[in-house]
């Protein structure tokens, strides 16, 4: 099983998620209750939603990466990563969902990378997953805010002034990730700050490439500074 792991976590960074699944999967079955593996599982379909058409496969990809980080969570309710392995999967959910339902589950999106952060200080991408939760919830449509205060109450406060701490303390923690890079870049754009975007647009293209994200990331980010440091 170790082995399978191994090589998946491998996979991963090599061909993708898919093959990458296989292998989980395959560790699945050798022990179905060992929450480290559906975690990884639940990665990878979430994953393979975020590039899969049409909508309807898409949203049952993210509904099926939903069903593997709760039952990771419930199995190992002290995991971090099952926790923000459940904000991310919830998240995800939110661009097949309706008005009402983004808001729930940009709640418990909040609360969950709140909770693995509380679980494990040091990871990175708990700080990110806040960052994006704070950058998406201040831009949000404002007919979508607009329910959420009159029908909910609103939502948690949020800002693009907290997004950028957020992936400050991310890319800290991990300097060589571009995705920290270059969301830190978008957030100074919303907020004016060009000088600034630039700098992480740069390092954007600085940083080696691991993944087709970070592909797409060093192409907008030439796209950026070609215009002057505006996405």
């Known amino acids: 099983m170790v082995a399978l792991v191994q090589h998946g976590d491998e996979q991963e960074g090599r061909a993708g998620p898919q093959a990458a699944l296989a292998d989980f999967?395959?560790?699945?079955?050798?022990?179905?209750?060992?929450?480290?593996?559906?975690?990884?599982i639940a990665k990878e379909y979430s994953d393979l939603a975020g590039g899969t058409n049409p909508r309807q496969e898409a949203e049952r990809l993210?509904?099926?990466?939903?069903?593997?980080?709760?039952?990771?969570?419930?199995?190992?309710?002290?995991?971090?990563k099952a926790h923000l392995c459940l904000a991310v999967c919830y998240g995800k959910l939110t661009d097949f969902a309706d008005n009402r339902t983004k808001i729930e589950y940009a709640k418990v999106t909040r609360d969950e990378a709140l909770?693995?952060?509380?679980?494990?200080?040091?990871?990175?991408?708990?700080?990110?997953?806040?960052?994006r939760w704070n950058?998406?919830?201040?831009?949000?449509?404002?007919?979508?805010?607009?329910?959420?205060?009159l029908s909910y109450g609103g939502l948690?406060?949020?800002?693009?002034?907290?997004?950028v701490k957020y992936f400050k303390k991310a890319a800290e923690l991990a300097p060589q990730r571009i995705i920290h890079h270059n969301e830190l870049a978008r957030t100074y754009v919303a907020l004016g700050r060009n000088e600034?975007?630039?700098?992480?647009?740069?390092?954007?293209?600085?940083?080696?490439?691991?993944?087709?994200?970070?592909e797409a990331a060093k192409r907008a980010a030439r796209e950026a500074l070609r215009a002057g440091g505006k996405q």
């Open 115 to 131: 909770k693995s952060l509380s679980l494990d200080p040091s990871d990175d991408y708990a700080y990110h997953v806040l960052g």
């Open 62 to 80: 993210g509904e099926t990466a939903l069903a593997y980080a709760k039952r990771a969570v419930s199995l190992d309710p002290g995991c971090a």
């Open 156 to 163: 948690p406060e949020a800002s693009n002034e907290e997004a």
């Open 25 to 40: 999967l395959q560790a699945e079955a050798l022990e179905p209750n060992n929450a480290a593996v559906l975690v990884r």
């Open 135 to 149: 950058y998406g919830v201040a831009n949000l449509n404002p007919v979508v805010k607009l329910i959420a205060r």
């Open 196 to 214: 600034l975007a630039r700098k992480e647009w740069q390092a954007v293209l600085d940083l080696p490439a691991i993944n087709k994200e970070d």
